[in-house]
Structure formats: C-alpha cells, structure tokens
C-alpha cells in the first residue's frame, strides 16, 4: 500500500508579538495547516523596520497591543517601507469591532481572535492566494499601460469596474460598462464632471488617492462607496498611473467585496458577543483575562451580578419576558460603567465586568453609579424591576485575576443572601 504524504508549503512569517508563546501558538496553527515555517518574532517598531528592510516576507502577522506602540502603528510602518503589497493579519484577543473595522480600513487584511487561531491557517492560504491575484492584476495593469490598444480592450469590457480620472482633480475620465453597473450610474453622468469625490462615502478617504498619484501602485484593500441610490458598498480598488498622447491619468480597477465584508464583520461579531444581549460573551472574557493577567493596565477591578428572580419570571410569564429582563439588564450594566470597560454574559443570570486601571476608591463610586442606575430603572419600571446581586474586587499586580474574580464572586454570593433576608424580614 502506497502511503501518500501531504507536501509542506514553504512560507516566510514576520510575526509582530510581543508574547514567544502566543507566537509559538500561531506556528503550530500554520504547521498544522501545512505550512513549512520561517519566521522572525519582532516586539519593537525598530526591530520591525529592521525586519523588513532585511527580510522578503510572505505574510506579516501582528498583535494589537503591544509594548510602547500599537498593532495600526506596526501596519503603518509597513507601508511606509514599502510592503503594502504583503498581506498584513491582525491576531488579538482584546479588540472591538469598530477598532477592527478601523484596521481592514487602514489596509490590513483580515482580523482574527486569539481564542479562534483554527482559522488561521485557512486565512493564511486564502489571503496568499488574493495576493497572487493582485500581483498578477498590478502585472496586467502594467501591460496595458505599455499598450493602449490592449488596454482599451479590457477597458471595454464589463466585468472588471474600471474607470480613468484626470490626476489633478479625480474627474472621471472615463467609465467601462462595469464602472457604471457597480455603482448604478450612466455613462454620461459619471463623464459630466462628476469626481472619485462625489462617490466616497468619507470626504477624507479622497486623500488616500490624491497623496499616491506620483506612485506606480497604489491599492486601497478597503473603502466605501456611495451608489446612485445611497446604498453603502465595501469596495477594494488597485490603481496607478497611466499615460495617453502625453497626458497623465490615473486608471482603478474597483472590486466590489461588500459581500465579504459583511461575512467577516457578522463572524468576529459573533465570535465575541452574546447573542442576546449583545454584551461580550464567556470565551472574550476569559480571553480578556488572560491578557491583563500580564499586567500592564493594574490597578483592576472586577464586577460580578446575578440576576436575581429570573428562573422565577421564566417560569411564570415565560422565557420572552426572561429574555427581555436580560436586555434591560445588559443596557442598565452599560449605561453605569465606561466604555471601554470589559461587560460580559457569563451565561444564565451571570454577569461580570472587568474594569482596567481602576482602584478601590474608583470602583466604589462605580459600584453606587450602577445602584443608583437600577434605582431609575425600577421607579420607571414597578412591573419588571431589575434586582442585582453585586460583589466588587480589586487588586494590584501581584494579584491573580482568576482569584480577584473568585473573592468578587464570593461577595456577590453573600450580598445574594443579604438581600433574600431583607426581603424576607
């Protein structure tokens, strides 16, 4: 019996991490996955720069957080060395969607969570591939320009979105068929003055072109654009100069990725949210654990409550009302603490929350901030108040978080029994 032995794909790794065993973690993914690892672990901005001028890296890998700069600071010292082309993922366990979003914006490639590092090796293999295709279209481009006659043929055909604009004030030179199917506009009213301007959806993105029109490439792996209608769509646009009788234009090519924009946002969403409440759930809590258990943003202070009486309103008026009791309670924990405060579904009737550098005497003002928020809950609400049980923590760097949470737990417990002998007495 022939035993058939699966080929290992060769790939070079700039991995941006300031933890040797969150990266040893992103190795093993890739192995799995079949790839033949080379990488270089880097922890500082110099050191990245130093990298890159050094090495010729088929994917750079970054973590959010990190020791005197950020992941957005990584992605651009990228691009300014000239790497815009190499695919750029973020692997993190403590960001938001909207920060998210903010990073596909600014050109990185794809977003993962650290507690989902299955998918990486498939994102890996998937944004190589993407890679291949812009290289061979930014190929193409350069084969048109050497030959207008070639060019205008592939202009005039509708399944690329192509237009030319005039390099001084991105009016629209010329549109192709699939130009003005995308964005649902004729021919002559894009050629009527309209500009690159009138079809963003942010003034300011206008500048990603206008500061690269000297460039031979330019590529935007994500804006969003206005059609006719004001429908919103996510689109990913490769560009360069180009040259007819002496003139200088820029020409884009626009790919409309709306679809997989949507996808991408609903997943990470989901793989970090509660599905009813719409607070962070178990998994990005205990992630978010893990991380400051490092230490950086000490003083700390974890919030844990317990919804009191919500089997007794499943059982009597049922689970939609339960369910709704939940929301109010998910808006209330909201509306009492800061924003960028961790707020968590444990599961059932079992909320937490983690609140980064925030002493003793900060968490007790928290603790009579979220009280007297219930209070103006229940006087609007007499029907369906919400009762919480609550128990507080704090500790410092040399405590543990897992015991911090453990001890606020305990306090919770007992502000439970407290409050069921004063209802009772």
């Avoid at 019996?1 to 093993?28: F, H, N, P, W």
């Avoid at 110099?46 to 957005?72: H, V």
């Avoid at 509306?335 to 444990?346: G, H, T, V, W, Y």
Wanted: proline content about 2%; charged content about 30%; glycine content about 6%.
């Amino acid at each position: 019996m022939v035993q058939q032995v699966m080929m290992s794909t060769g790939l070079k790794v700039l991995i941006i991490e300031d933890s040797e065993d969150d990266a040893t973690l992103l190795i093993r993914q890739l192995q799995k996955g079949g790839y033949d690892v080379i990488y270089q672990r880097v922890e500082t901005n110099q050191e990245l720069i130093r990298a890159i001028e050094n090495g010729d890296w088929d994917i750079i890998i970054s973590d959010f957080r990190l020791p005197g700069f950020s992941g957005l600071q990584a992605l651009q010292t990228c691009q300014a060395y000239g790497v815009k082309d190499t695919p750029f993922i973020i692997v993190s366990g403590a960001i938001g969607e909207e920060t998210a979003v903010e990073m596909m914006r600014a050109g990185a490639h794809d977003y993962l969570m650290k507690d989902n590092l299955a998918r990486l090796a498939p994102v890996v293999t998937r944004e190589l591939a993407d890679a291949k295709i812009r290289s061979e279209a930014h190929r193409a481009e350069v084969e048109l320009r050497e030959s207008e006659e070639k060019y205008r043929s592939i202009f005039s055909s509708d399944y690329f979105a192509l237009c030319i604009l005039d390099v001084e004030t991105l009016e629209f030179v010329d549109v192709n068929e699939g130009f003005c199917k995308l964005y649902d506009y004729d021919k002559k009213m894009l050629l009527s003055g309209m500009t690159l301007k009138q079809l963003l959806e942010k003034d300011s993105d206008e500048s990603k072109f206008t500061s690269q029109t000297h460039k031979s490439l330019i590529y935007i792996p994500l804006q969003r654009h206005k059609k006719r209608d004001g429908e919103i769509i996510c689109v990913e646009i490769s560009a360069g100069p180009l040259e007819l009788k002496g003139k200088k234009y820029v020409t884009a090519m626009v790919r409309d990725i709306t679809s997989r924009v949507q996808a991408e946002e609903k997943l990470r969403y989901l793989s970090t949210h509660d599905s009813l409440t719409g607070l962070y759930n178990r998994n990005f809590f205990e992630t978010e654990v893990q991380r400051l258990e490092r230490g950086r943003q000490y003083p700390i202070s974890i919030f844990v409550a317990d919804l009191d009486g919500l089997k007794y309103i499943n059982d009597s008026l049922g689970h939609p009302a339960g369910d709704a009791l939940l929301k109010n309670t998910a808006n209330v924990l909201l509306n009492s603490f800061r924003s960028d405060d961790i707020i968590a579904r444990l599961g059932g009737d079992e909320f937490a929350v983690l609140l980064p550098d925030m002493d003793e005497n900060s968490a007790e003002e928290a603790l009579d901030r979220l009280k007297k928020t219930i209070q103006d809950y229940n006087l609007k609400h007499i029907t369906d108040p919400i009762e919480l049980s609550i128990g507080v923590a704090t500790g410092g760097r040399d405590d543990h978080i897992k015991d911090l949470f453990r001890l606020a737990d305990d306090r919770m417990y007992q502000d439970k029994i407290a409050r069921k002998k004063n209802r009772t007495s």
